[in-house]
């Protein structure tokens, strides 16, 4: 393999979710077992609190009790764990980077605050003040329509340039032509593609997976990983219509849109029963019905890959 010029190494990227009680508070056994059976897996790089993960709803009290449950599993030799930090204040995301950085975390991802959208000097303000507060500690853009602005490759060459500690993007594009740009005109980011885009851009060059589906497919997410590694485009091609084919499958009977990590919980539940798959209030996750029939496809037509 040629020597990578990318800022951060390519990496298969594990999400964790956050698990509820009926009281929602966090449910602190599923979810240590839930972050061991990553570290298990062989998972070096592991996030924490991206939009699947609730990361935009938490209290104060609960953001910080996660980190610390978080921490005390992570940070270790041979780990590079990261925490989402996502809010409407700059002032809070400042205020939630420097508690976990207390905890020893060094990695973190941040979205653009999304009240309004941010112009080229705004952006450009958020980046230097949010990223030059901690130089020691690196941090990967989560470039999301949330945001109400998606970054381009020649967004990211500017903010680059003047931000050193900016080192990797995480895109859920599964756009060919937005693919291509980020690839060519910010090529020493290391960008994080989902499973739909992912084999696009292991074609173009060297960039990483954020793998959304490791709990319920872990030996076919880091065969995925690896096909891209090796520009294994036959398997890279099987197992994205492979992963295509089950999520539609999966929730081809739910008539309703839904936030992100009513998805993403289900994953985990259905190889953990006691992982809940509830999201926190306003948000409605999974009817019970909607689950169960969830369990029945799974056990029907998917359980026996792993």
Same mark, same amino acid.
């Given at each position: 393999?040629?020597?990578?010029?990318?800022?951060?190494?390519?990496?298969?990227?594990?999400?964790?979710?956050?698990?509820?009680?009926?009281?929602?508070?966090?449910?602190?056994?599923?979810?240590?077992?839930?972050?061991?059976?990553? @570290?298990?897996?062989?998972?070096?790089?592991?996030?924490?609190?991206?939009?699947?993960?609730?990361?935009?709803?938490?209290?104060?009290?609960?953001?910080? *009790?996660?980190?610390?449950?978080?921490?005390?599993? $992570?940070?270790?030799?041979?780990?590079?764990?990261?925490?989402?930090?996502?809010?409407?204040?700059?002032?809070?995301?400042?205020?939630?980077?420097?508690?976990?950085?207390?905890?020893?975390?060094?990695?973190?991802?941040?979205?653009?605050?999304?009240?309004?959208?941010?112009?080229?000097?705004?952006?450009?303000?958020?980046?230097?003040?949010?990223?030059?507060?901690?130089?020691?500690?690196?941090?990967?853009?989560?470039?999301?329509?949330?945001?109400?602005?998606?970054?381009?490759?020649?967004?990211?060459?500017? @903010?680059?340039?003047?931000?050193?500690?900016?080192?990797?993007?995480?895109?859920?594009?599964?756009?060919?032509?937005?693919?291509?740009?980020?690839?060519?005109?910010?090529?020493?980011?290391? *960008? +994080?593609?989902?499973?739909?885009?992912?084999?696009?851009?292991?074609?173009?060059?060297?960039?990483?997976?954020?793998?959304?589906?490791?709990?319920?497919?872990?030996?076919?997410?880091?065969?995925?990983?690896?096909?891209?590694?090796?520009?294994?485009?036959?398997?890279? !091609?099987? @197992? $994205?219509?492979?992963?295509?084919?089950?999520?539609?499958?999966? !929730?081809?009977?739910?008539?309703?849109?839904?936030?992100?990590?009513?998805?993403?919980?289900? !994953? @985990?539940?259905?190889?953990?029963?006691?992982?809940?798959?509830?999201?926190?209030?306003?948000?409605?996750?999974?009817?019970?019905?909607?689950?169960?029939?969830?369990?029945?496809? +799974?056990?029907?037509?998917?359980?026996?890959?792993?």
């Amino acid at each position: 393999m040629s020597e990578s010029n990318c800022r951060y190494p390519r990496n298969n990227l594990a999400a964790c979710m956050l698990p509820w009680t009926e009281d929602f508070t966090l449910d602190e056994s599923a979810f240590v077992r839930h972050v061991q059976s990553a @570290i298990d897996g062989g998972y070096k790089c592991i996030y924490l609190m991206g939009t699947a993960g609730e990361g935009y709803a938490l209290s104060n009290a609960t953001f910080e *009790h996660v980190v610390e449950v978080f921490a005390g599993l $992570t940070v270790k030799d041979g780990l590079d764990p990261q925490i989402g930090v996502i809010s409407l204040s700059m002032q809070q995301i400042l205020e939630r980077l420097a508690l976990c950085y207390d905890k020893g975390i060094r990695m973190f991802q941040l979205p653009l605050p999304s009240w309004g959208a941010l112009d080229d000097d705004e952006l450009l303000l958020f980046f230097t003040t949010v990223c030059g507060a901690f130089p020691d500690c690196r941090f990967l853009h989560y470039n999301l329509p949330r945001a109400k602005r998606i970054l381009t490759g020649a967004d990211y060459r500017r @903010i680059a340039d003047a931000v050193p500690n900016l080192v990797a993007t995480k895109n859920s594009t599964s756009d060919r032509a937005r693919t291509t740009d980020l690839m060519t005109n910010a090529g020493d980011l290391q *960008h +994080f593609f989902l499973e739909g885009s992912y084999a696009m851009g292991a074609y173009m060059g060297e960039c990483s997976l954020l793998c959304s589906m490791d709990a319920v497919f872990p030996k076919l997410t880091w065969d995925f990983f690896e096909a891209g590694v090796r520009k294994d485009m036959n398997e890279l !091609f099987r @197992i $994205t219509q492979f992963l295509h084919h089950f999520c539609e499958r999966m !929730f081809e009977h739910c008539k309703r849109e839904m936030i992100d990590g009513s998805y993403d919980k289900v !994953f @985990i539940w259905l190889r953990d029963p006691e992982f809940h798959y509830r999201v926190l209030p306003p948000y409605i996750g999974l009817s019970d019905d909607e689950s169960r029939v969830c369990r029945e496809v +799974f056990e029907r037509e998917f359980a026996q890959v792993q």
